[in-house]
């Protein structure tokens, strides 16, 4: 079955430090890739998505690359900010008729201090 | 602005009680509504879901008679945890799509804490 892997947080960070939350996937077609943030008190928003091997899924300055080879869909920003403080979520969705149920990884908390 | 809402944000109950965890599309039918549930470090997992009018489609390994779903109208779905202990504790989140462009919106969650 289809299942996400994500780094386990929290990750802690200074400002305009540089971002990478590990993410992989297993999966047994040719899913899309998602990136979803919550912020405190809020839910679940997307983030970002890429949909096939080799897109690359940006947003807000964040990005991440579809590689197919790796199985990995890594989340980076170069430089963060304390409001990007937030757990993030990795998943993966077989979409259909522009609809899917996503399969989530555990979530990583960032935490940005100024 | 939130597109979903999820009420309570916080229970904490005594084992044995029933809690009930409400989730409203805002300003759009859902015809669908999907419930989460996230124990601590674990993956946010799939439980149930809800089709206004009709039964719950529950995933493999989720007790129906445990978690009653009830989907009255196209913006309202209900969570009922019967019978709750300690091992129920956990984070639940629901969701619902909004047309025309199916788009996934989450409620802000809701914390569970069975004494």
């Known amino acids: 079955g289809n299942s996400v892997t994500q780094m386990e947080g929290p990750v802690t960070l200074s400002e305009e430090a540089f971002l990478t939350i590990n993410c992989?996937?297993?999966?047994?077609?040719?899913?899309?890739?998602?990136?979803?943030?919550?912020?405190?008190?809020?839910?679940?928003?997307?983030?970002?998505?890429?949909?096939?091997?080799?897109?690359?899924?940006?947003?807000?300055?964040?990005?991440?690359?579809?590689?197919?080879?790796?199985?990995?869909?890594?989340?980076?920003?170069?430089?963060?900010?304390?409001?990007?403080?937030?757990?993030?979520?990795?998943?993966?969705?077989?979409?259909?008729?522009?609809s899917y149920i996503p399969t989530f990884g555990r979530g990583t908390s960032l935490i940005v201090h100024p | 602005g939130a597109v979903v809402s999820q009420h309570p944000s916080r229970v904490i109950c005594k084992s044995g009680t029933s809690?009930?965890?409400?989730?409203?599309?805002?300003?759009?039918?859902?015809?669908?509504?999907?419930?989460?549930?996230?124990?601590?470090?674990?993956s946010l997992m799939?439980?149930?879901?809800?089709?206004?009018?009709?039964?719950?489609?529950?995933?493999?390994?989720?007790?129906k008679d445990k978690f009653l779903i009830n989907h009255a109208s196209l913006t309202l779905s209900?969570?009922?945890?019967t019978s709750a202990h300690p091992e129920d504790s956990s984070f639940y989140i629901c969701s619902s799509r909004a047309p025309p462009l199916n788009i996934q919106y989450f409620g802000a969650g809701t914390r569970l804490s069975v004494l």
């Open chain 1, 24 to 98: 992989t996937y297993t999966a047994t077609g040719y899913p899309s890739l998602f990136w979803y943030v919550q912020y405190p008190g809020e839910g679940l928003q997307l983030l970002l998505k890429a949909t096939k091997a080799d897109d690359k899924g940006s947003n807000k300055g964040f990005e991440a690359t579809y590689r197919k080879e790796t199985t990995s869909f890594h989340l980076e920003k170069g430089s963060v900010q304390v409001s990007d403080s937030a757990v993030y979520f990795c998943a993966l969705g077989e979409e259909s008729g522009g």
């Open chain 2, 19 to 42: 809690v009930k965890i409400e989730c409203r599309s805002l300003d759009f039918q859902a015809t669908t509504m999907f419930w989460y549930r996230q124990f601590p470090k674990q």
């Open chain 2, 46 to 63: 799939l439980m149930a879901t809800s089709n206004e009018g009709s039964k719950a489609t529950y995933e493999q390994g989720v007790e």
């Open chain 2, 78 to 81: 209900t969570l009922t945890v």
